[in-house]
């Protein structure tokens, strides 16, 4: 089956979020990391991470899924989704053969 490749853009909920974390919210946040990171070990996760946008810090990964109910999915079941919110976009990836 071919794979489906989605940008996800993990949006704070502030625009100081980076540097303004609380401890509940930097704990959340590396859950996160960690969340994604089994992911990434498992080829679903092909590269995420914050972006250090001048105008606000955001999230971006790009995964590689079978359909869009399974991106709905991992998103819901991170959990930065607790306090920040996602958006997503089908991507027409460019990618190595295997």
């Known amino acids: 089956m071919n794979k489906h ?4 853009k993990l949006l704070p909920n502030r625009p100081d979020f980076a540097e303004t974390m609380t401890t509940e919210e930097r ?3 590396q859950q ?3 969340y994604w ?3 990434l070990d498992k080829g679903i996760m ?16 790009i995964i590689a899924v ?5 991106v709905k999915t991992l998103i819901d ?6 306090i920040n919110k996602y958006e997503y976009h089908r991507m027409m ?4 053969e295997k």
């Open 27 to 29: 704990n959340i946040m």
């Open 66 to 70: 079978d359909n869009e109910e399974q």
């Open 46 to 61: 092909l590269v995420f991470g914050p972006v250090l946008d001048p105008k606000g810090v955001y999230g971006l990964g």
């Open 5 to 8: 490749y989605f940008v996800l």
């Open 37 to 39: 990171k089994e992911y």
């Open 77 to 82: 079941n991170d959990p930065a989704s607790a």
């Open 32 to 34: 996160h990391v960690s």
């Open 93 to 96: 990836a460019v990618v190595p």
